[in-house]
C-alpha cells in the first residue's frame, strides 16, 4: 500500500497490485515499480507497456472498414455496450441528488481554476449533493476533492483514452466506460444540474450537449452554471449576439446559461432551480391525482 499525502495533510491509501510488473516489463530489477510507465484503461481492465493499444473502442466502432467484417462484429459489441450500460446503472442508481461539473483536465494546482472547482464541490456537498466528474485530472480532481473533503458524494466517470491518466485519488465511487455516449448519458441522468469551469473541447462538447437537451426539452430543464466570466464571457457575448441575432436559436434559449464567479451563487442557483422543479413535480402530481378523483366521482365510482 502507498500512503499519499497532499499539501493540505489529508491521507490518500492507493492500492498496488499483487505480482503487477511480473509480465511486460512494468518492474525494474531491483523490485520498485517503475514510475515512468503509462497506463492505459479499457473498461475495468488496466493495461501497461506494450499491452497498450493503438487505437480506442470508440475508434474501432465508428470506422467502417472496405471489408464486410463489420457485419459480423458489430452486432457483438452491442453486447459490450449494453453492459457498460448496464454497470453505469447499477453502479450509479443509489446515488441520490447529484451535480455534474465539467471543466478542463490541464488545470493543475495553485491555478485559480483549481481553487474555484474545489470550493464550489465542497459547497455543493455541503448542499447534499453527490459531486460527478469525469474523474481524471485538474479540475475534475479538484471537484472530487472538494466533495470528499466536504464529507460528499465524490463520483467519477473515466473514459477510455489515448492519452489515459486514470482515475483521480479523490474518486470514491469510479466507473470506467469504453464508449463516449454511454459516459455521457451517466452524467446527464444522473444529474440534477451542470456546473461548467473553463476547459477545451471536452468541455464545449459536455457543455453543449446538455444545453441542447434542455432547450429541446429531452430531460428537465436543469440549471446549466458557467463559472469563469472572464473565460466564458466572450462565448455567451457570441451566443447573446450574433447566434440569437440572425435567429439560430430562440429569444429565450441564451438564457438557460447562468455565468458567475461566486461559488456561493452558483449552488444557490442549483438550489433553487432544483426547488422550483421538485415544486412543478408535485404540482403535476397534485393536478392528476384531482382529474382522476374527479372523473371517478363523475362516472359514479
Known sequence: MDEQQDDDGVER?????QGAGERGGSRRGDGRRRKDTAEYRRGPV????????TTTS???LLTRGDRVAWVHEDPWRVMRIQSEFVEGFGALA????AVSVFGSARIRKGQPEYDLARRVAERLARAGYAVITGGGPGV????NRGAAQAGGLSVGLGIELPFEQGMNKWVDLGVNFRYFF???????????????????????????EALTLVQTHKVIGFPIVMMGSDYW????????????????IG??????????????????????????????????????AEAEQAAAESAGW
Open 58 to 60: 470508440d475508434q474501432r
Open 94 to 97: 443509489e446515488v441520490g441528488p
Open 46 to 53: 488496466l493495461l501497461r507497456g506494450p499491452q497498450i493499444p
Open 233 to 248: 464571457g466572450g462565448l455567451l457575448d457570441w451566443i447573446r449576439g450574433t447566434v440569437a441575432d440572425r435567429g439560430m
Open 251 to 288: 429569444p429565450l434559449d441564451a438564457d438557460l446559461l447562468r455565468l458567475t464567479d461566486d461559488p456561493d451563487e452558483a449552488v444557490e442557483i442549483v438550489v433553487r432551480r432544483s426547488a422550483e422543479l421538485r415544486a412543478q413535480e408535485e404540482a403535476v402530481v397534485r393536478a392528476n
Open 13 to 17: 491509501t492507493a492500492d498496488a497490485p
Open 182 to 208: 454511454a459516459r455521457k448519458t451517466m452524467f446527464v441522468k444522473y444529474a440534477e444540474g451542470f456546473v461548467v469551469l473553463p476547459g477545451g473541447f471536452g468541455t464545449l462538447d459536455e457543455l453543449f
Open 140 to 143: 475534475m480532481e479538484a471537484a
